[in-house]
């Protein structure tokens, strides 16, 4: 099991950039599948962006391709996501969430999540 923290949410106005941060605990956070999902108000949980333990693969939902960009340091126990041109349909909670499976799009796939940062993008 390992535990996730995420940080750096906030207000954005539309075509700015933000940063999150997912803080890990554990030794093993190497080993862990890394995802970021979103929900927006009255919306389901959704997939957003994935990396492998090793960070040698990256996974992406099509409405973020090319304005995220999802990265590791296993050094820091954290994985952060980029997100560029930010737009308003972007405003949602983020969580952060771990596997010791495969890359995955599903919620069901990921044992462990962080509490969410708001995210929040004015027109």
């Known amino acids: 099991q390992v535990q996730l923290v995420e940080s750096g949410g906030g207000l954005a106005q539309a075509g700015g950039s933000l940063r999150l941060s997912c803080a890990a605990s554990?030794?093993?956070?190497?080993?862990?599948?890394l995802a970021w999902f979103r929900q927006a108000p009255g919306k389901e949980r959704e997939f957003v962006s994935a990396?492998?333990?090793?960070?040698?693969?990256?996974f992406y939902a099509g409405s973020v391709k090319g304005r995220f960009t999802i990265s590791r340091d296993n050094a820091k126990n954290t994985a952060y996501l980029q997100m560029n041109s930010l737009k308003p349909e972007d405003t949602a909670v983020y969580y952060c969430a771990a596997s010791l499976r495969s890359s995955s799009v599903y919620t069901r796939n990921y044992e462990d999540w962080g509490q969410g940062t708001q995210v929040t993008v004015s027109s």
């Open positions: 554990g030794r093993t956070f190497g080993s862990y599948t």
């Open positions: 990396i492998t333990g090793n960070g040698g693969s990256t």
